[in-house]
């Protein structure tokens, strides 16, 4: 190569560098001024107090209803490129207004039907046989029958991340009932999963079969799964058979409908090519759904207000899905996999929001390595928000139900506090933090922006 | 070289390589287990409990008095190598019982006197100038002598960091008194330094000057600000002046002692050279002081007695310093740090926790770059405490007075909430969360035995 030439060549790649660095460094900003807009305009945190008012939001209640209505109306008047909605059936489990757990001597202890669980039929008085875990059931399998089963599992306090102890926590909750009616039991309580030590109840999904009978199931608060745990082992030193009473009026009604929720922005050089962000609008029905899910709803429905605010002008299809029944049922997810599937738009990547309203972790990704390769590269943009990682590992479960997606994507807010919350009273707005809150709808609309602009 | 000593040569590396990853394999292992052990026994968050059933425990008070003793007589039975104290004068103010602020037609807004502030002699009867920073005091400075003077400066919400929100605030509430007196106000008013919304006052130190009349100052909550401010507009837009009526009964009394509560594991290899950990005891007069600075007393105590219970036999000497009177004199903080110069043993690190017992981030380190570089490179043993980083920065207010040490260190946890309870009645021990305050107290015993074991 001749010098001339040589130094020509020199001073495009100089040029060129310095110019895709101040595209960079300008698309940084705007990134940038997104959080800002987030933390400083509290749209997010103000639309969940909204949302909260309305009260708890299972599927088939009125408040579901009213939500629906209220998110429809609210965006109505935001001006997106298209609303719709998807409209399913799905079971209809109602509490009933009894739930009691006493000991014959008067002693009381807070309980709540496990979701989805059969009521008593009037009042069980039956012994209780406490076990710490499945283990412990085996051992003492013959002497089950006609007894209320006690699960006293402890959620694992000694790991870091909360939702690792949450895995064989839950699995007292849903498969309690099915192993301890196997031996003839007439009813399980569990200890409430829950990460603090106060009294509230925890309540949750549990699974039947119809080849075992149905039998009662319910959450002890944590106080009261020790104070019962302690009177069981007082009254078998004293040799005594102590009977207790456990009434609950719970029941499943006729299936009702419940509608996902969607908008988008129209991607403006690949429409065809979607990114979906998503939360579930149903909750459990105690508490107001604030942390689970009422968070991944308005940080869900802020990456469009956030993108509309400040001018992006997104390449790909930006399309929010608030979906329904994830609590009890996932026929919200399970349809919108068969609508993805089916339509002609591909959603190239899907971030949900279900972990609660903390402050910003890291992105669990499911993704090829390639791919996780490429976002981490991405990190730099994430300065000033709390994210710092992306790993490999499971996304929602809504949006699992996506095939043929590049990445699913779980957004991972700090863990330490979500099982304080997690399906009970405690699940209120004024658990959420307005900061920590709108910090997780910038993270979530900054990832959006960079697949929506450079693709996966 | 010949091949046999060659080869020779290599099995020796290799082994010796195979050793030190076993050993530092081993290392770590102990090292999570102290993560375990925190969050399990809860030592520290029952111990704040504790703390803060006595109340707040501003220098001067009864409160700060027993709380001394509960921390020397719990000392006395954790079996450390030596527990002692170091007295201090230092100043004596007392809030009273009054502090109103209200307009002349009724209407009441919540008010809290700064810290170090004089009483209003009765009660002040004048107008109120409002201004948004000190730029616009000068502007109007010819109208405002006998006037109050209202800094109505937001918190500046759309910072990640909110310390660095704090920076700009607080210097309204340090020197506002200052500056409006020496244009003749009467009195200020400050908006409280809160990254929330509530009506909740928040006090903080003040300076006067000995040349320039100290006028009374008092902190408003963000809602009576923010409806002072509107009432100032359509007093305003109507053309009528308004008068206020303010009042405060808070005073300075003669000087009283205060105490640093020191206690050690000595190192068994190098026991002159200290590594401190400490925060402060003192506590403003309202809530708890619960994060502020209740997390960094238990934590202090808890990274001793987390040695103690794991096993561990440090190196280098591990010394808990309790710092006396932070908020209002930091009379423990210089005193400690007169000590240390003349003592024979080296304070070769300090370690403060006084940013609240939230999740852990990172630690912040005024050292030479090779200290911060060697820092950086014990990140992997974090793993599962939520420290992600080590940042060139500030430490704390005592351990700032320590001279000729190698490194001085700010542990940093998450700081979204910190101004929600910040100098005032919401920070309350139910403010904390038990597995956010463990997992400090085992990150900075983790740095701790770090520094311990290999030396800065």
């Keep these: 190569m001749n010098k001339p030439l040589k130094f020509l060549l020199l001073v495009l790649v100089i040029a060129s560098t310095t110019l895709e660095a101040q595209i960079d460094?300008?698309?940084?900003?705007?990134?940038?001024?997104?959080?800002?807009?987030?933390?400083?305009?509290?749209?997010?945190?103000?639309?969940?107090?909204?949302?909260?008012?309305?009260?708890?939001?299972?599927?088939?209640?009125?408040?579901?209803?009213?939500?629906?209505?209220?998110?429809l109306d609210k965006l109505e008047t935001l001006g997106f490129d298209t609303v719709y909605t998807q409209t399913f059936t799905t079971n209809n489990w109602k509490r009933g207004d009894i739930a009691r757990f006493e000991g014959n001597k008067g002693e009381r202890f807070s309980v709540l039907a496990l979701g989805g669980s059969n009521g008593t039929g009037g009042v069980i008085k039956a012994e209780v046989l406490e076990v710490g875990d499945f283990g412990e059931l085996e051992k003492f399998k013959d002497a089950v029958k006609g007894k209320i089963v006690f699960y006293n599992f402890a959620f694992p306090q000694n790991?870091?991340?909360?939702?690792?102890?949450?895995?064989?926590?839950?699995?007292?909750?849903?498969?309690g009932a099915i192993r301890a009616a196997a031996y003839g039991a007439v009813g399980v309580l569990i200890r409430s999963i829950a990460s603090n030590y106060d009294d509230v109840t925890h309540t949750g999904t549990l699974r039947y079969l119809d080849t075992i009978p149905k039998i009662p199931a319910?959450?002890?608060?944590?106080?009261?799964?020790?104070?019962?745990s302690r009177l069981l082992a007082e009254s078998k030193g004293s040799g005594k058979k102590q009977l207790f009473e456990f009434e609950m009026n719970c029941r499943t009604e006729e299936p009702a409908p419940v509608k996902n929720i969607i908008a988008e922005i129209r991607g403006t050089e690949f429409p065809g090519e979607v990114?979906?962000?998503?939360?579930?609008?149903?909750?459990?029905d105690v508490g107001e759904g604030a942390h689970d899910d009422g968070a991944g709803v308005v940080q869900s429905l802020e990456v469009l207000q956030l993108i509309k605010k400040t001018g992006f002008k997104p390449k790909r299809t930006v399309r929010m899905v608030l979906f329904a029944n994830e609590e009890n049922g996932l026929a919200g997810g399970r349809g919108y996999g068969k609508f993805a599937e089916e339509e002609p738009a591909i959603d190239i990547a899907a971030i949900e929001s279900d972990r609660g309203g903390f402050t910003p972790r890291g992105f669990s990704v499911d993704a090829t390595p390639e791919v996780?390769?490429?976002?981490?590269?991405?990190?730099?943009?994430?300065?000033?928000?709390?994210?710092e990682w992306f790993k490999?590992?499971?996304?929602?479960?809504?949006?699992?139900?996506?095939?043929?997606?590049?990445?699913?994507?779980?957004?991972?807010?700090?863990?330490?506090?979500?099982?304080?919350?997690?399906?009970?009273?405690?699940?209120?707005?004024?658990?959420?933090?307005?900061?920590?809150?709108?910090?997780?709808s910038a993270a979530i609309t900054i990832l959006t922006l960079l697949i929506s602009e450079f693709g996966l």
């Design 392 to 440: 490999k590992g499971g996304s929602g479960a809504d949006i699992s139900q996506i095939k043929n997606s590049k990445a699913l994507i779980g957004y991972v807010p700090d863990s330490q506090r979500y099982f304080t919350y997690h399906h009970s009273a405690n699940d209120l707005f004024t658990a959420v933090d307005h900061r920590e809150l709108e910090l997780g």
């Design 218 to 228: 319910g959450a002890l608060g944590v106080q009261s799964a020790v104070r019962l």
């Design 275 to 284: 990114i979906v962000v998503g939360g579930h609008l149903d909750s459990w």
């Design 159 to 175: 790991v870091y991340e909360s939702f690792e102890s949450y895995g064989p926590a839950v699995n007292y909750r849903v498969n």
């Design 25 to 71: 460094s300008i698309f940084h900003q705007k990134l940038l001024n997104i959080t800002r807009t987030a933390l400083q305009d509290t749209f997010g945190y103000n639309l969940l107090r909204e949302l909260c008012r309305i009260g708890p939001r299972l599927s088939g209640s009125k408040n579901l209803v009213k939500a629906e209505s209220f998110l």
């Design 372 to 387: 996780l390769a490429k976002m981490e590269k991405w990190l730099p943009y994430f300065s000033r928000t709390g994210i």
